[in-house]
């Protein structure tokens, strides 16, 4: 099993490009999470997904969209890409009992914006 | 709702013992913690239920208290190995997304 895994690993944009961030797990989890962490920071919850077809907005969303057309994939874009988006990006993987199982995290994609 | 924990950082000599909290606003349904190095992906420690869990592997340890909402992570006789940024995760609800605190970065001196 590969678990959950990120591409790219880094990434240069300039400002108002766009972006896709590949997120897919092979452990047939209903859960999926993309973080995203600052420099010396803690993990922010950008977009969840409980199965395919349903996502749902976490803590900071706004210059993100996301989609869940199957369970092995959740893509993660960017749109109109802005300084503040410089920051590491880690997709998770949970299932497939809720509260009761451990979260897969990717390598993550390091993100900066110029 | 994002916990809080504490303390923010903690230097320690190899064989000392150390205690980070995580406690939340609200009624807690799980608590995970995790350990992330520099560099790398979080990796999972373990995960406590609400119902006043203690749980514990090789040296680290982990109780929730379910009415004080809190949970503490318990690390004795450190190790180099132990370094690392510690990150609780809390859960409202049975079926609701993990809000993770901004972390208690320990540093294992020899």
């Known amino acids: 099993n590969a678990g959950v895994t990120q591409t790219p690993k880094f990434r240069i944009l300039k400002i108002g490009q766009s972006m896709t961030l590949q997120c897919t797990q092979d452990?047939?989890?209903?859960?999926m999470y993309w973080y995203r962490q600052d420099p010396g920071m803690g993990l922010k919850l950008i977009y969840y997904s409980v199965g395919a077809g349903i996502t749902d907005k976490g803590e900071v969303p706004n210059g993100y969209n996301v989609s869940r057309s199957t369970t092995e994939d959740f893509p993660l874009r960017l749109e109109l890409a802005a300084p503040s988006q410089t920051s590491v990006y880690f997709c998770?993987?949970?299932?497939?009992?809720?509260?009761?199982?451990?979260?897969?995290f990717g390598q993550g994609t390091r993100l900066t914006v110029v | 709702q994002q916990p809080v924990q504490s303390p923010q950082a903690v230097i320690l000599r190899e064989g000392e013992d150390a205690v980070i909290n995580c406690s939340s606003s609200?009624?807690?349904?799980?608590v995970h913690w995790y350990r992330q190095k520099h560099g790398e992906a979080p990796v999972f420690l373990m995960i406590?239920?609400?119902?006043?869990e203690q749980k514990g592997h090789d040296k680290i340890s982990a109780s929730f208290n379910e009415k004080k909402q809190q949970s503490s992570l318990y690390l004795t006789a450190s190790q180099l190995s132990y370094s690392g940024t510690y990150f609780c995760g809390t859960e409202l609800g049975g079926y609701q997304k993990v809000t993770f605190g901004t972390g208690t970065k320990l540093q294992v001196i020899p």
């Open positions: 406590l239920l609400k119902g006043g």
């Open positions: 998770a993987s949970e299932g497939p009992g809720r509260g009761k199982t451990e979260a897969f």
């Open positions: 609200k009624a807690l349904y799980s």
């Open positions: 452990m047939n989890h209903n859960y």
